[in-house]
C-alpha cells in the first residue's frame, strides 16, 4: 500500500468543537482565572444584545458561586426577549451558530462562538452540562435545559427540556459551572464597571460569593437597535460577490444599486463603464472573469462611506466624543474618545486607558491593542501632558471603536488590530481631544488666579485682621468691606470650629440671589438652624439643599455641628457671579 | 542709643507696621506692604557713608494673592512674636523661632530659610537689626584679643572685661548682640582682622598685640553679623584704622570686601556692618613676589573669580588692579601661613612691621 493511501485514511474533517477544544485559548479560555471573566463577558454581551433588539432597558443579573474547592457556578440571567425554545440547543449546544454573523450591523458578538464556547470548557473541566432557562413571553412557558455539546459533530446534545415555572415575564438565564479560580476579581469588577460606563442604559446586579455589588443605570434611554444594512462595495469580497450575483434575477446596475449600500444611479454607472460591462447584462450571466472585473471597478470608485447612523450604536456625544463615520474593508466604523483629566486620578505614572469594541471592555492584551499604540503615537507633549510612551499624569483615555465588524487581533477579542483607517481616525479623535484639554487646563488655571484671590481675601486676610488687631491692641477689624469690594461677587464660605459647622453667604452683588446652597458631608445636619429644605443619603454622604433669597449686602448663615468637610456649592447664579470657599482648606 | 531707647524704637517700629495694615483693612483696602527688591541688580554705592546699600527698586506685596497674604500673615506673627519677646525681655534663635512658628497654623514656616528672610524683611521695614527683635543667630561670633576694655550686660550682671587681663588664650567672645557691649577705654593703635585661627594663635603667642599695641579679631572665614558690628564699633568709637590680613587668594579678597563694603545678603545692614575704612594689609600677590613665598598654581576657576573681580565695582581702584593684574600673570596663590617657610617669627617680625610702616600705620 502506498504510503498516500495509508495517510488518506487518517484523514478526516475536523470538527470546529474539537478544534477549539485543542485551541482553547484562541476563545479566552486559556487559563481557569480567564474562563471566568470570558464567560460572564460572552453572557453579558449576548443580554445587553438581546436587551438592545427588544428594546428594554436590560435589567442584568450575574452570580459566582464556589460549589467545589475549584469549581464554580455562574449564573447570568437577563430580561430580553428570550429564545424560542427549539433555538436553545443550539445557541448553548453548538459553535459558530448566531443570528448575527451574517448581518452588517453593530452587535457585541458576532461569530456565535462565546457562549457555547463556555458550555464545552465546562463539560471538558467538570463534566457537567449546562442549564439554560429560557421565556419569551407572558403567555408562553419557561423552558428549562440541560446541555451538552458532542464534541466529534458539534451538535447540541439534549440531556433533558421542561418546562419550567419563571418568575420572569420574559429573558434568559444560563448557568454554567467549571473549574476556575477567582483570582481575577478585581478584574471581573473592572471589567462590570466599565460595561456599565459604556452601557449608561442598564443595570448589572452582581453577587459575588457573599458580596453584592450593583451598577446603577445612569440612562433612562433605551438604546436605539442598529439596523442590518446592505454591504458597502469596498468591502467586498470576490466569494461574496459571487454568491450575491448567482442569487440575483436582476440587471447589474439594478444590482449595484439595490444590492450595496450608497450605491446610486450615477455611481453604479460609472462601475459599470470601468467593468467594461453593459449597465443592462444580467448578473447572474457574468463569467468569473467578468465579476473580477467589476470587483475591480467597484473597489475603483469611490463611494460615500455607510450610514452609520443606522448600523452602529455610538455611545453618544453626552458621554463622549465621536469622530466621523469611516470605512475599513467595507466595514463601517466609528470612533468614539473621551478624556478625563484631574479629580481623583492618580497624578503620577501612565495615563489610564479604557478602551471598548461594539460597548464591550477590552481587558487584556493592552499593549498589543491598536488603540494602545494610538494613544502612545499621539505626541501629548504639544498639549502640556508628560509623556514616557502612553501620556503621564491624572490622565483617563477613553476609547470606542463601534464598527460593524470589530477587527481583532484573535478570537478573544482582546486587542483590536492595526488597520490603517481606524489608526488613523483613533489619531485624531485623540488629537481633538488634546487640544481640548490644554484649553480647558489653560482654563482651570485662569480660574485659580480668581481662587486664589477668594481664598487670600476670604481665608487669610481675616486671619490676618484678627492677629494685627490682637499686636495693636484694637478692636478687631472687619474685613468683609475688603471681601465685598474685591469680589462683587456672592461669597459662600464654610468653616468649622469647636465641632460646628457655619456655612455663610454674603452677597457683594447688586442683586437678589436666588439660590439653592449644596452642602454635601459626612455630616447629616439634623440640628442646623435654619433646617436644611431637603436632605438625602448616598452611601453615608448627605446632600443637604437649602433655598434661599439672599438680599444685596445680606448675610445669610446657618450652622449645625458635624465634622466638616465634603462640598460646597451654590446653584442658581451664573459660574462667573459665585465664589464658594472652604476656609478649612 | 542706650538699651532702653533702642527698644523703645524697635517696639514702636513694628507696631508701626502692624498699625499701617489695620488703618488699610479698616478702610477696606487690602493690606499691602512695600520693600526694596533685594537682587544685586538693587545695590548701590552710597557716597555719604561709603558703603553698599540697596537702591531705590522697590517691590509692593498685596494680600491679594494666597502666596502674599500668606506672607504677610507670617510677618504679623513675627512681628507678634517679637512683640512679645521685648515685653518679656526674652530672646530666641531664628531656629527657635522657626520651631515656635509650628503652632502659628496657616503662618507656619516652610523651612528656615522661609524665617530667616521674613526677618531680614523686617530688618529693613524698621532699620533695627534683629538683635533688637532678641533674635539670636545660630553662628557665633569670632573671637578678640588685645588692649581694650569693655562693659558687657551679662546674666550674672554688668561685667567689665580687658580683653588681654581678664580673658583666656583664645581672647574674648564677642556676643551676638554687640549692642549690648559697652566700649570702655583701649590702648591701642590698630586692629588686625585675621581669616585664619593659625595666624591668629601665633599673633598671640609671639606677643604681637603687646609689642605693636594691636588689636587682634579672628574673622572666621566669612565673618558673621557679630563680627563685622564689632569691627564697625571699634573703628567708629574709638576711631582707630582696621586692617584685614587674610590669604592672598580672589576668595579672601571677598572676605575683605564683605568687612570693608557689606554684603548682598545685608545691603539694608552695611552702615551697621561694613568698615568703609578698613584697609586690605595683605598677603598681596606682590608679597608672594617679593618674599618669594611657597604657593600653589591658581585654578580656572580662581582665575574666573579674579577677572570678575577687576569688573566689580568695589575693586575698581588702582592698588586692586595692579595687584589682581599681577597675580593673574603670575598664576600663583598663597596663604598666610605661608610665612612660617620664612621661620615661626618672620610674620610679626619682618612681614608685619614692614609692611605696616609701609602702610604709614607704625
Known amino acids: 500500500m502506498v504510503l498516500a493511501d495509508e495517510l488518506a485514511k487518517q484523514q478526516r474533517s475536523i470538527s470546529v468543537a474539537e478544534f477549539f477544544e485543542k485551541n482553547k485559548h484562541l476563545l479566552g479560555f486559556d487559563s481557569p482565572t480567564r474562563g471566568v471573566i470570558t464567560t460572564i463577558k460572552e453572557a453579558v454581551d449576548n443580554a445587553l444584545d438581546a436587551c438592545e433588539e427588544a428594546q428594554v432597558l436590560p435589567d442584568i443579573y450575574i452570580s459566582i458561586k464556589k460549589t467545589g474547592t475549584d469549581i464554580f457556578r455562574i449564573i447570568v440571567e437577563d430580561n430580553g426577549p428570550g429564545i424560542v425554545p427549539a433555538q436553545v440547543p443550539f445557541v448553548f449546544g453548538k459553535l459558530l451558530y448566531g443570528s ?89 469588577l473592572e471589567y462590570l464597571k466599565y460595561t456599565s460606563i459604556v452601557n449608561p442604559h442598564a443595570r448589572f446586579r452582581v453577587e459575588l460569593d457573599d458580596e453584592a455589588f450593583t451598577f446603577e443605570r445612569v440612562s433612562q434611554e433605551v438604546i436605539a437597535c442598529p439596523v442590518a444594512i446592505q454591504p458597502h462595495p469596498h468591502g467586498i469580497e470576490f466569494g461574496q460577490l459571487k454568491r450575491m450575483a448567482a442569487a440575483s434575477e436582476q440587471k447589474l446596475a439594478d444590482f449595484l444599486i439595490e444590492g450595496f449600500s450608497r450605491v446610486g444611479k450615477k455611481t453604479a454607472q460609472e462601475m ?34 455607510p450610514l452609520t447612523t443606522q448600523c452602529l450604536s455610538p455611545i453618544g456625544e453626552e458621554l463622549i466624543r465621536r469622530g466621523p463615520a469611516s470605512v475599513f474593508s467595507g466595514h463601517s466604523f466609528v470612533v468614539e474618545a473621551a478624556i478625563g483629566y484631574g479629580g481623583k486620578l ?48 491624572p490622565v483617563l483615555i477613553l476609547v470606542h471603536v463601534a464598527s460593524t465588524n470589530v477587527p481583532f487581533t484573535s478570537e478573544s477579542k482582546d486587542a483590536i488590530a492595526s488597520i490603517p483607517e481606524i489608526e488613523k481616525e483613533i489619531v485624531l479623535a485623540l488629537q481633538d481631544l488634546g487640544r481640548d484639554l490644554k484649553l480647558f487646563v489653560s482654563r482651570r488655571d485662569k480660574n485659580k488666579v480668581a481662587e486664589d484671590r477668594a481664598r487670600a481675601v476670604c481665608a487669610i486676610i481675616p486671619e490676618l485682621a484678627q492677629k494685627v488687631s490682637e499686636i495693636v491692641e484694637k478692636p478687631l477689624v472687619d474685613t468683609s468691606p475688603i471681601e465685598g469690594k474685591l469680589m462683587r461677587k456672592l461669597i459662600a464660605k464654610k468653616w468649622t470650629k469647636d465641632g460646628k459647622i ?27 438652624v435654619p433646617k436644611a429644605g431637603f436632605v438625602t443619603e448616598v ?19 446657618v450652622s449645625y455641628s458635624g465634622k466638616g468637610g465634603g462640598m460646597l456649592d451654590v446653584r442658581g447664579i451664573e459660574d462667573g457671579k459665585k465664589m464658594v470657599v472652604d476656609l478649612d482648606v | 542709643m542706650s538699651k532702653e531707647e533702642l527698644e523703645r524704637q524697635t517696639m514702636s517700629s513694628l507696631l508701626s507696621i502692624a498699625n499701617a495694615w489695620y488703618d488699610q483693612m479698616k478702610a477696606g483696602d487690602i493690606p499691602s506692604i512695600s520693600l526694596p527688591t533685594r537682587t544685586k541688580y538693587n545695590i548701590e554705592y552710597d557716597d555719604t557713608s561709603e558703603v553698599w546699600k540697596y537702591g531705590d527698586k522697590e517691590s509692593l506685596r498685596t494680600a491679594a494673592t494666597a502666596k502674599s497674604a500668606t506672607h504677610l500673615l507670617k510677618m504679623a506673627y513675627v512681628i507678634g512674636f517679637v512683640r512679645q519677646q521685648l515685653i518679656e525681655n526674652r530672646s530666641s534663635t531664628l531656629r527657635e523661632m522657626y520651631y515656635i512658628s509650628e503652632g502659628w497654623k496657616r503662618a507656619k514656616f516652610g523651612a528656615q530659610d522661609e524665617s530667616n528672610f521674613l526677618v531680614e524683611d523686617l ?30 550686660m551679662t546674666r550674672r550682671g554688668l561685667k567689665t572685661i580687658h580683653c588681654q ?40 603667642e609671639n606677643g604681637f598685640d603687646e609689642e605693636y599695641g594691636a588689636i587682634l579679631i579672628h574673622l572666621k572665614g566669612q565673618p558673621a553679623r557679630s563680627t563685622r558690628r564689632m569691627l564697625n564699633k571699634i573703628n567708629s568709637t574709638w576711631g582707630i584704622p582696621v586692617l584685614v590680613f587674610t590669604d592672598g587668594d580672589p576668595w579672601s579678597y571677598r572676605i575683605f570686601a564683605s568687612v570693608a563694603y557689606g554684603a548682598i545678603k545685608s545691603a539694608h545692614m552695611s552702615e551697621l556692618l561694613a568698615t568703609p575704612k578698613a584697609q586690605f594689609l595683605g598677603l598681596q600677590p606682590s608679597d608672594i613676589r617679593d618674599y618669594n613665598l611657597p604657593s600653589d598654581k591658581l585654578s580656572e576657576k580662581d582665575v574666573e573669580a579674579l577677572n570678575a573681580e577687576l569688573t566689580d565695582p568695589r575693586f575698581a581702584t588702582d592698588y586692586w588692579k595692579k595687584q589682581i593684574n599681577l597675580q593673574l600673570e603670575m598664576g600663583l596663590k598663597s596663604e598666610q601661613q605661608a610665612f612660617a617657610a620664612r621661620g615661626l617669627d618672620f610674620v610679626t617680625k619682618k612681614y608685619l612691621p614692614a609692611r605696616l610702616s609701609e602702610m604709614g600705620i607704625i
Open chain 1, 100 to 188: 448575527r454573523f451574517h448581518q452588517i450591523r453593530q452587535t457585541r458578538g458576532q461569530q456565535g462562538i462565546g457562549i457555547s464556547a463556555a458550555v464545552l470548557y465546562a463539560q471538558l473541566t467538570t463534566g457537567l452540562p449546562s442549564i439554560v432557562i429560557s421565556r419569551t413571553g407572558a403567555k408562553e412557558s419557561a423552558h428549562r435545559f440541560e446541555i451538552q455539546i458532542k464534541i466529534e459533530t458539534n451538535e447540541p446534545d439534549i440531556i433533558s427540556e421542561k418546562p419550567f415555572e419563571w418568575d420572569r415575564v420574559h429573558g434568559t438565564r444560563v448557568q454554567i459551572e467549571f473549574k476556575s479560580t477567582m483570582s481575577a476579581k478585581k478584574k471581573l
Open chain 1, 272 to 305: 459599470c463603464e470601468k467593468a467594461g460591462l453593459k449597465a443592462t447584462a444580467k448578473v447572474s450571466g457574468l463569467s468569473a472573469d467578468q465579476l473580477k472585473a467589476l470587483l475591480a471597478a467597484m473597489q475603483e470608485v469611490s463611494v460615500p462611506a
Open chain 1, 346 to 393: 492618580p497624578a503620577e505614572g501612565n495615563a489610564i486607558i479604557l478602551r471598548f469594541a461594539n460597548r464591550v471592555p477590552l481587558m487584556y492584551q493592552q499593549g498589543a491593542c491598536a488603540i494602545t499604540q494610538c494613544v502612545a503615537n499621539v505626541n501629548w507633549k504639544i498639549y502640556n501632558l508628560s509623556q514616557q510612551g502612553l501620556p503621564m499624569g
Open chain 1, 502 to 528: 457655619t456655612i455663610e453667604i454674603s452677597n457683594y452683588t447688586g442683586y437678589d440671589g436666588e439660590i439653592s446652597v449644596y452642602d454635601i458631608s459626612q455630616d447629616n445636619a439634623a440640628d442646623a
Open chain 1, 539 to 557: 452611601e453615608g454622604q448627605f446632600t443637604k439643599v437649602w433655598k434661599v433669597v439672599v438680599a444685596p449686602q445680606k448675610v445669610w448663615r
Open chain 2, 123 to 152: 530688618e529693613i521695614l524698621t532699620e533695627v537689626p534683629r538683635e533688637g527683635f532678641h533674635l539670636r543667630p545660630e553662628e557665633d561670633g569670632a573671637s578678640i584679643y588685645g588692649p581694650m576694655r569693655i562693659k558687657e
Open chain 2, 165 to 204: 587681663d581678664d580673658v583666656g588664650a583664645a581672647g574674648y567672645s564677642i556676643p551676638n548682640n554687640v549692642e549690648n557691649i559697652e566700649f570702655v577705654d583701649h590702648d591701642a593703635k590698630f586692629v588686625i582682622a585675621l581669616e585664619t585661627g593659625g595666624m591668629y594663635d601665633r599673633l598671640i
